[in-house]
């Protein structure tokens, strides 16, 4: 039995295709793609009709927390995997800041083995720098590159030491491998809950400058290209993080950086009302930044977009603002916010924000995916762009419903998920 996608305005990037065509899937592959394939489809095929649909490569999140193993509390593989899959994602890559922390050949195989029983998407183990996130030693990254980690990155923690950062990517080159970077001066962050700024001051809440972004980018910036190696930059916040990336490229630097839902949606003014869904780290910033972050965009400086999905329990989100965890559940609502942001905004084409979360991510780490070529595992996405939907918890697959969207009225939602040729979500729900 094969799958025919039919009639969607089909978006491939990587091979400069934007057209009404058919797709043609068998064995979990694209076997055919072009004008009237779905012709020949008989009653024993599966044929979805796309009329008014784009469908575009599985979108892949290079930043996401799945949380098992130790926080099955907040998230698990089966719980994040599905909510990306309502979320268009065919891929996630899973931060290593679970407990015990994914810093060993062990850790990397318990997150393979559990995501192949458990997961409906594909997961990418990403390892950490190192042992333990401690930020002392480096952890095992050539054994780690050799079962399956991807790239590597202490994520939630910036790695202080600068001898031990310039150390590691010199080991992440040996082993061809990017080094992901959570850039956070720890000592200006101190115990700040938001942006410092006109906000922090009106509610009182201690602030967390811009500086303090900026000052670990350029670091990580002039460690890169002391080492010649490559280094991506996580959640890029402030104006002076995408300057800083964009003329570090212009004179060659092995530099990118990613964007997150959430920043390029929200800013500090956000946090009025105390609501520590919108208590994420970094913090929401200013109408400058938000701006920047696009005009980075729409320049090439910024490349990619992830989600940072950092799924909490309610009941650790109900404290008081100042201390409840940092993070916002993102899977769910990360393409509608980028088109409300991007596409209704004119920053971006479409064909370049599907690059953004597909070839782009993909080449970076050198993944499988990220186009609709024949030949390619078929890991597609189908996106209603006329669709409107209230964000609610109707339906909401993550275990975190920390999300400051609740209640918005978003347009362009993923219909339809399918992860190497098997349909695993549709019409918004997935399918078990
Ligand atoms: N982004 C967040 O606010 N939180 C992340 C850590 C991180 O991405 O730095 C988490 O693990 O909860
Ligand atoms: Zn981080
Ligand atoms: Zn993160």
């Known amino acids: 039995m094969a799958l025919y996608i039919k009639k969607g305005r089909v978006i ?4 400069e295709i934007d057209e009404i065509r058919d797709l043609k899937i ?11 394939v779905a012709e020949e489809a008989t009653e024993v095929d599966e044929v979805i009709d796309c009329e008014g649909m784009l469908v575009i490569p599985g979108l892949i999140d290079l930043h996401c927390h799945l949380r098992e193993p130790g926080g099955e509390a907040k998230e698990t593989i089966a719980s994040g995997t599905r909510a990306a899959a309502r979320g268009g994602f065919t891929a996630v890559s899973a931060m290593a800041n679970t407990a015990p922390v994914c810093d060993s050949q062990s850790g990397v195989e318990f997150l393979l083995k559990r995501a192949a029983e458990t997961g409906i998407v594909r ?3 990403i390892g950490a720098i190192t042992k333990g996130l401690k930020g002392q030693e480096l952890a095992e990254m050539a054994d780690m590159a050799t079962c399956g980690a991807i790239a590597f990155s202490d994520d939630g923690k910036t790695l202080s030491r600068s001898d031990l950062m310039r150390q590691a990517l010199q080991y992440a080159q040996m082993c061809q491998r990017l080094i992901i970077c959570h850039c956070e001066d720890d000592d200006l962050v101190h115990d700040g809950v938001m942006h ?6 009106i509610l009182g809440l201690k602030g967390i400058p811009a500086v303090a972004e900026d000052i670990i980018v350029a670091r990580d910036i002039q460690l890169a290209e002391d080492t010649g190696s490559a280094v991506h930059i996580a959640h890029v916040s402030t104006a002076g993080a995408v300057e800083l990336i964009r003329q570090a490229r212009a004179r060659g630097v092995n530099v990118t950086g990613e964007v997150c839902p959430h920043h390029l949606a929200l800013t500090d003014s956000a946090v009025e009302g105390y609501n520590s869904s919108t208590k994420v780290n970094p913090p929401l910033r200013t109408e400058k930044d938000r701006q920047a972050l696009k ?14 999905h950092a799924p909490h329990t309610t009941e650790e989100k109900a404290r008081e603002y100042a201390y409840a965890p940092f993070g916002i559940s993102g899977l769910e609502t990360a ?3 980028y088109w409300r942001e991007l596409i209704e905004e004119k920053v971006m084409t479409i064909s370049e924000m599907v690059a953004s979360l597909t070839i782009h991510p ?4 050198n993944l499988p995916g990220g186009t609709l070529s024949v030949g390619a595992p078929a890991d597609i996405t189908v996106i209603d762009p006329n669709m409107e939907e209230n964000v609610s918890l109707e339906g909401w697959e993550s275990q975190g419903k920390n999300t400051p969207f609740l209640g918005w ?4 939602w993923p219909i339809c998920t399918i992860v190497n040729g098997q349909i695993v979500m549709k019409d918004r729900k997935i399918v078990d």
């Open 12 to 15: 491939d990037p990587a091979n």
């Open 26 to 36: 068998d064995n979990g592959k694209i076997v055919a793609s072009g004008l009237a």
């Open 123 to 125: 997961v990418y183990p």
């Open 196 to 201: 410092e700024g006109y906000w922090s001051t």
């Open 295 to 308: 005009e980075g965009l729409r320049d090439g400086t910024l490349t990619i977009l992830a989600t940072d």
């Open 335 to 337: 393409w509608p916010l």
């Open 362 to 365: 993909a080449k970076r780490c």
């Open 409 to 412: 009225t978003l347009r362009s």
